[in-house]
């Protein structure tokens, strides 16, 4: 009896452990598929080639320049629109409104974020392109800058989230010892409560972008799939093309271990190493914040 | 005028406490058109697909098959098959995610490994969910030949939840004061009969949030589905967790993108389903976490 109780715990903390464990394992797991299906590109396709601006897969042209400016404008532009509003969301939220307003506002922002991206796009084709087209005078409004507004809207959830949880956990009182000094509320914010919250805010900025750099369907039913290299200053108005789109659209339709299925699996191993990069300075920012706050409170 | 005159103080005499005053107000009214521009677009949107949709909807849009080429009929293998997707992901997420919880909140040391297991987890999370149907791809489609199927579908979007689980469901466990566990070990539990009578218990509704928030993103998402699960369409309802399935996110990419002259309300229709699925899901998450905080026994 006291034995099989024993046995049990002793395999129930087993799988505790296992399921703790799981997610370095799938961190792992994922890195190797990736890399499996993904490195024999280098073999199989030069370096002038990848390095090209020409992306016809059919014709074995795989230049991968034109997909990553796609992304890296996109995610520019998104950015423009992101940070500021994201920001300023997040400190009018966390500083300014009432209690009674921000218990609705901060879940009305998450719902945003839980809207299917999928449901962003189908609305960006319906509204946003048309619109833009007809504002701005374009042959098509289904481009990058159509691309970087529904983006912000699928970061700005995600910044203004962690920065106003940031924003909020500066104790009270660096906020008094401000205004006890004779700051205004205003200067309190900017020159006390938001430097003080500046790792967290850092994080949430590192964050929106990481997952506008990663979002698919909205990108891709909504910036026109063109893949061509976006260097012209207008180019934002023009269709493009990014890594997460090229993959999405293509993927169905390459055989399994061609050279068209180990590009796209190469540049998923891309994204893969960048979101990695993202996600592991944004982690240290936040680690750093907490050891510093410790450090002041102790 | 008010403002005119404000600015000019301002303008004038920088430091004086009436353009003190002046500045704050500007700034609180520019944060507030931030805030402002975060919240319309959601209510908008949110509204606007009741509205044009709503008219789609009837019991026969929601239990009949669609025909004529998507372009007549209902949408109900697509519920179904969502349905069945979300079910299959908490059969494998929400066992490993609670588990996973458990193990960094009442096991875990505080080490390198430890460490290591929260990074993968803020990495998991970060991971572009096109990557996920690439590993879902290589893993369980290809590596375990599960073909294009529910269970291959399952699998890749129950790692894509596995972070939200994760985090939501510890920050509720540590939550649980650390008295509780003292008593009921010095009356003579063991350790996991302390987490299963004590500490589950008290912490089963914020868990149950997470769990619902993390199966919430699996039902919007397409990306990780695209190559692992969804097809475009099925003349029957699957039989197996082995068979491919229709899905409402990719039902919804595929008829606003792939079907020329697809009447505008069926696609609306399709949306505000797949909205209602997910702020539905949302919806009951924040309701049980504001219920859980007026109960709490502590």
Known sequence: METTKNWNEFILKWLIKFSGYSAIIFVILIFYFLLLAGLPTIREVSLSNLLSTQWYPIENYFGLLPLIGGTIIVTFGAAMFAIPIGLCTAVYISEVSPQSARNYLKPLVEALGGIPSVVLGFLGIMILAPNLRLLLDLPTGLSALAGSILLAGIAIPTIVSIAEDALDSVPRSYRDGALALGATEWQTIWRVTFPAARSGVLTAIMLGIGRAIGETMAVMMITGNAAVLPIKLNSLFHPVRTMTATIAAEMGEVAKNSTHYHVLFFIGLLLFIVSLGINIAASTAMFRQRKRAERILS | ?298
Do not use: C
């Not at chain 2, 908008?44 to 009929?73: D, R, V």
């Not at chain 2, 290809?142 to 894509?160: E, P």
């Not at chain 2, 399935?245 to 505008?264: D, E, W």
């Open chain 2, 1 to 298: 005028m008010d403002i005119i005159s404000g600015l000019r103080e301002i303008y004038k005499n920088p430091n004086s406490p009436a353009s003190r005053k002046n500045k704050q107000k500007l700034g609180f009214g520019l944060l507030f058109i931030a805030t402002v521009i975060t919240i319309i677009p959601i209510v908008a949107i949110i509204l606007f697909i009741f509205i044009k949709g709503i008219s789609a909807i009837s019991w026969e849009f929601l239990t009949t098959f669609p025909s004529n080429g998507m372009k007549e009929g209902g949408i109900y293998p697509a519920i179904v098959g969502t349905f069945y997707l979300t079910i299959g992901t908490a059969l494998f997420s929400v066992p490993l995610g609670i588990g996973a919880a458990i193990y960094l909140s009442e096991y875990a040391p505080d080490n390198r490994w430890t460490r290591a297991i929260r990074i993968a987890i803020i990495n998991l999370a970060g991971i572009p969910s096109v990557v996920y149907g690439l590993f879902g791809l290589g893993l369980f489609v290809i590596f375990f030949k599960l073909g294009t199927s529910i269970l291959a579908g399952a699998l890749t979007l129950s790692i894509m939840t596995l972070p939200v689980i994760i985090s939501t469901a510890e920050e509720a466990i540590r939550a649980v004061p650390q008295s509780f566990r003292v008593i009921s070990i010095s009356v003579g539990a063991t350790r996991w009969q302390t987490i299963r009578r004590i500490v589950l218990p008290q912490s089963l509704p914020g868990i149950m949030t997470g769990v619902i928030l993390g199966l919430e993103r699996a039902a919007g998402e397409t990306a990780p589905i695209l190559f692992t699960a969804a097809v475009f369409f099925l003349p029957r309802l699957p039989n197996s967790p082995l068979d491919p399935t229709m899905a409402l996110p990719y039902h919804l990419f595929v008829i606003s993108t792939q079907v020329p002259g697809m009447p505008i309300d069926i696609q609306y229709g399709t949306a505000l389903v797949l909205i209602i699925f997910v702020l539905g899901m949302n919806l009951i998450a924040t309701i049980i976490r504001s219920r859980a905080r007026a109960h709490r026994q502590w």
